[in-house]
Protein backbone atom coordinates (compact mmCIF):
# COMPACT_ATOMS: atom_id res chain seq x y z
CA UNK A 1 0.00 0.00 0.00
CA UNK A 2 1.76 3.32 -0.97
CA UNK A 3 -0.12 5.78 2.01
CA UNK A 4 1.29 3.05 4.07
CA UNK A 5 4.58 3.33 2.82
CA UNK A 6 4.47 7.72 2.40
CA UNK A 7 3.61 7.08 6.16
CA UNK A 8 6.53 5.32 7.00
CA UNK A 9 9.03 7.20 4.96
CA UNK A 10 7.54 10.15 7.15
CA UNK A 11 9.11 8.57 10.37
CA UNK A 12 12.10 7.84 8.64
CA UNK A 13 12.50 11.52 7.45
CA UNK A 14 12.44 12.66 10.60
CA UNK A 15 14.75 10.59 11.98
CA UNK A 16 17.48 11.25 9.01
CA UNK A 17 16.83 14.30 7.58
CA UNK A 18 15.46 16.79 10.87
CA UNK A 19 16.18 19.86 8.80
CA UNK A 20 14.00 18.80 5.87
CA UNK A 21 10.27 19.57 5.33
CA UNK A 22 8.89 15.63 4.65
CA UNK A 23 6.94 15.94 0.79
CA UNK A 24 4.37 13.40 0.74
CA UNK A 25 4.10 13.81 -2.87
CA UNK A 26 6.89 13.70 -3.70
CA UNK A 27 8.37 11.08 -1.82
CA UNK A 28 5.37 9.06 -3.37
CA UNK A 29 6.19 9.58 -6.91
CA UNK A 30 10.02 9.12 -6.55
CA UNK A 31 9.04 5.77 -5.20
CA UNK A 32 6.61 4.91 -8.13
CA UNK A 33 9.40 6.29 -10.94
CA UNK A 34 11.89 4.01 -9.36
CA UNK A 35 10.21 1.20 -8.58
CA UNK A 36 10.04 0.37 -12.17
CA UNK A 37 13.73 1.11 -12.93
CA UNK A 38 16.09 -1.95 -13.96
CA UNK A 39 18.23 -3.17 -11.24
CA UNK A 40 15.93 -2.05 -8.67
CA UNK A 41 14.93 -3.90 -5.56
CA UNK A 42 12.13 -2.85 -3.23
CA UNK A 43 11.42 -5.75 -0.61
CA UNK A 44 9.08 -5.82 2.65
CA UNK A 45 11.09 -7.03 5.57
CA UNK A 46 9.27 -10.05 7.68
CA UNK A 47 10.28 -10.34 11.18
CA UNK A 48 7.77 -12.82 13.59
CA UNK A 49 5.36 -12.90 10.41
CA UNK A 50 4.64 -9.56 10.44
CA UNK A 51 5.99 -6.77 8.01
CA UNK A 52 8.70 -4.96 10.17
CA UNK A 53 9.48 -2.48 7.09
CA UNK A 54 10.93 -2.36 3.42
CA UNK A 55 14.94 -1.57 2.02
CA UNK A 56 15.12 -0.70 -1.41
CA UNK A 57 18.08 -0.80 -3.36
CA UNK A 58 19.65 -0.07 -6.32
CA UNK A 59 22.48 -1.15 -8.60
CA UNK A 60 24.96 2.11 -9.67
CA UNK A 61 28.10 2.06 -11.85
CA UNK A 62 31.13 3.64 -10.13
CA UNK A 63 33.70 5.09 -13.17
CA UNK A 64 35.79 5.91 -10.61
CA UNK A 65 36.56 2.12 -9.07
CA UNK A 66 34.71 0.83 -12.63
CA UNK A 67 32.58 -1.36 -10.52
CA UNK A 68 28.95 -2.45 -9.80
CA UNK A 69 27.48 -0.93 -6.56
CA UNK A 70 24.35 -1.66 -4.55
CA UNK A 71 23.24 1.65 -3.23
CA UNK A 72 21.12 0.94 -0.24
CA UNK A 73 18.75 3.78 -1.54
CA UNK A 74 16.13 3.35 1.92
CA UNK A 75 15.90 1.09 4.89
CA UNK A 76 12.87 1.68 7.23
CA UNK A 77 12.04 -0.23 10.06
CA UNK A 78 9.08 0.03 11.93
CA UNK A 79 9.63 1.58 15.75
CA UNK A 80 8.52 -1.80 17.44
CA UNK A 81 11.36 -3.71 15.55
CA UNK A 82 14.00 -1.59 15.82
CA UNK A 83 17.37 -2.48 18.78
CA UNK A 84 16.03 -6.38 18.21
CA UNK A 85 18.39 -7.38 15.28
CA UNK A 86 16.31 -6.81 12.71
CA UNK A 87 17.99 -4.40 11.04
CA UNK A 88 21.59 -6.26 11.67
CA UNK A 89 19.75 -9.29 9.67
CA UNK A 90 17.98 -7.51 6.96
CA UNK A 91 22.05 -5.87 5.98
CA UNK A 92 23.28 -9.98 6.02
CA UNK A 93 20.86 -10.57 3.57
CA UNK A 94 21.88 -7.63 1.55
CA UNK A 95 25.12 -8.94 1.79
CA UNK A 96 24.27 -12.08 0.58
CA UNK A 97 22.20 -10.68 -2.60
CA UNK A 98 25.44 -8.72 -3.50
CA UNK A 99 27.45 -11.67 -2.98
CA UNK A 100 25.73 -13.68 -5.65
CA UNK A 101 24.89 -10.73 -8.08
CA UNK A 102 27.13 -8.33 -9.57
CA UNK A 103 27.28 -5.54 -6.95
CA UNK A 104 30.86 -5.59 -5.22
CA UNK A 105 30.40 -2.77 -2.72
CA UNK A 106 27.29 -1.68 -0.72
CA UNK A 107 27.17 2.59 0.39
CA UNK A 108 24.57 4.04 2.00
CA UNK A 109 23.44 7.06 3.55
CA UNK A 110 22.44 8.51 6.89
CA UNK A 111 22.17 11.14 9.20
CA UNK A 112 25.32 11.74 10.90
CA UNK A 113 22.85 12.15 14.07
CA UNK A 114 21.42 8.82 13.84
CA UNK A 115 23.82 7.01 16.15
CA UNK A 116 21.89 3.94 16.43
CA UNK A 117 22.05 3.18 12.51
CA UNK A 118 25.39 4.33 12.43
CA UNK A 119 26.45 1.75 15.39
CA UNK A 120 24.37 -0.98 13.44
CA UNK A 121 25.88 0.10 10.57
CA UNK A 122 29.62 -0.79 11.78
CA UNK A 123 28.63 -3.82 13.47
CA UNK A 124 27.95 -5.08 10.29
CA UNK A 125 30.97 -3.72 8.79
CA UNK A 126 30.54 -0.79 6.99
CA UNK A 127 33.37 2.47 7.15
CA UNK A 128 32.92 5.96 7.31
CA UNK A 129 34.41 6.86 3.96
CA UNK A 130 33.27 10.37 2.97
CA UNK A 131 31.68 13.17 4.82
CA UNK A 132 28.78 15.48 3.39
CA UNK A 133 29.44 19.33 4.34
CA UNK A 134 26.00 21.42 3.97
CA UNK A 135 26.19 25.19 4.52
CA UNK A 136 22.94 27.60 4.46
CA UNK A 137 23.53 30.92 1.96
CA UNK A 138 22.58 33.88 4.37
Not at 34 to 39: C, D, F, R, Y
Request: hydrophobic content about 40%; overall charge neutral; some cysteine.
Amino acid sequence: DLDTLCDWHQDHAAINFPDSMYKRDLFRAKLIEEANLPKTTMLFILADGQVAGLFWTVIKYDVYKELDYAELRYIHLLPEFRGRGVGGQVLAVIDENCRHGEAKEIRLGTDFQNKQSIRAYIRAGYKIKRVLMEKKVP
